[in-house]
């Protein structure tokens, strides 16, 4: 008899990793981050999944393209980048907003003198789309990280940016103008693979839903690997 291939998880690297990790625990598949090595593919604990740990905007590519069966992804992610993947499931962990923000001294919803506003941000598609939604020309600056310095360096007047308690913002003297999308961790499945193993789809489904219902709320546990 062929021994049966596990299903391939893709998981975020980032904020999502450690409450990913300790979900997979409470399930009876816990894994964690190889370090020092590069071996890509990592066996959970009950030997179900193959666990992938790639960049959190990498998620929806690889199970949309089949290349993982399933993954964990952030709703910010697979907005931005309209994966055609299957959701069935909200985690309930990495809740957060996407709104724009400015200095407290920096005018919104317009500038002074017509100037069309430049808007720094690492999610130019849903940034350009809201804009538009409103009405307003707006000039999108696409950045991979630091999004917060930019109206401080004079790259851009507002941003668009993940926003958790906004102590983050308020460092850099930062304040809320409007809020976009609200934010959360997800469960994405390969349309394909869900069709051709459906069964093991399926068990994985039922126990993280027990999971995601249990009293306990996903975070660090024993046996799971900060990374």
């Given amino acids: 008899m062929t021994a049966r291939v596990p299903l391939t998880l893709a998981l975020p690297k980032g904020r999502l990793l450690e409450p990913s990790l300790a979900l997979l625990w409470k399930i009876g598949a816990a894994g964690s981050e190889p370090s020092g090595t590069r071996k890509l593919l990592v066996p959970s604990s009950d030997g179900t999944l193959s666990l992938l740990f790639v960049k959190p905007a990498d998620v929806p590519v690889y199970v949309e393209s089949g290349a993982a069966d399933v993954g964990i992804a952030g709703t910010d992610v697979l907005r931005e980048t309209e994966a055609d993947v299957l959701e069935p499931l909200a985690l309930g962990f990495g809740r957060c907003r996407m709104v724009v923000a400015s200095p407290a001294e920096v005018?919104?919803?317009?500038?002074?003198?017509?100037?069309?506003?430049?808007?720094?941000?690492?999610?130019?598609?849903?940034?350009?789309?809201?804009?538009?939604?409103?009405?307003?020309?707006?000039?999108?600056?696409?950045?991979?990280?630091?999004?917060?310095?930019?109206?401080?360096?004079?790259?851009?007047?507002?941003?668009?940016?993940?926003?958790?308690?906004?102590?983050?913002?308020?460092?850099?003297?930062?304040?809320?103008?409007?809020?976009?999308?609200?934010?959360?961790?997800?469960?994405?499945?390969?349309?394909?693979?869900?069709?051709?193993?459906?069964?093991?789809?399926?068990?994985?489904?039922?126990?993280?839903?027990?999971?995601?219902?249990?009293?306990?709320?996903?975070?660090?546990?024993?046996?799971?690997?900060?990374?």
């Fill in 107 to 227: 005018l919104y919803p317009t500038l002074s003198g017509g100037v069309t506003p430049r808007v720094a941000t690492k999610y130019p598609r849903l940034t350009r789309s809201f804009f538009a939604e409103t009405g307003l020309g707006v000039q999108v600056i696409s950045v991979s990280g630091s999004v917060e310095v930019a109206p401080l360096l004079g790259l851009s007047h507002w941003i668009v940016d993940l926003v958790d308690t906004g102590r983050t913002l308020r460092d850099n003297g930062l304040v809320e103008r409007a809020t976009i999308l609200d934010v959360g961790a997800v469960l994405v499945v390969n349309r394909a693979s869900q069709k051709l193993r459906l069964e093991e789809h399926q068990q994985l489904l039922d126990r993280l839903q027990v999971a995601v219902q249990s009293p306990l709320t996903p975070g660090h546990r024993p046996g799971v690997s900060r990374p």
